[in-house]
């Protein structure tokens, strides 16, 4: 027995009608793939700028750990200097009879 024309017209309009189902389906995933695809990209854009805010924060703590050092050196020898002004005023006061206003720059 053969096909008759109304049997071979169905099979396919089935035929064209899950091709349409699978391409739309298909569709579908394709655009769901692209959006996630550009939701990973925008992640990791992000994570790339951060990784680069870091870098260059890290590159700058050893230069500011410098300067820190030479200002902690120019204060420690300030220290010294009032350390020695603060003991020569200590020696004199001690043997002045005159202090404290002596030190003030007052009569004796």
């Not at 099979?11 to 009608?17: D, E, P, Q, T, Y």
């Not at 350390?83 to 020696?91: M, P, V």
């Not at 202090?99 to 003030?104: D, E, F, K, T, V």
Request: hydrophobic share 50%.
């Amino acid at each position: 027995m053969e096909p008759t024309r109304e049997t071979i017209l169905l099979v396919w309009g089935v035929s064209l009608a899950l091709l349409l189902l699978v391409a739309v389906v298909v569709a579908v995933l394709l655009e769901l793939v692209r959006r996630t695809a550009g939701d990973i990209h925008g992640g990791a854009a992000s994570i790339w700028t951060q990784g680069k805010l870091v870098a260059n924060n890290t590159i700058q703590i050893p230069m500011l750990l410098g300067r820190v050092l030479r200002q902690v050196e120019r204060i420690g020898a300030e220290v010294a200097v009032i350390g020695g002004a603060t003991t020569a005023i200590r020696t004199h006061a001690e043997s002045c009879p005159g202090c404290p206003h002596c030190a003030l720059g007052g009569k004796e």
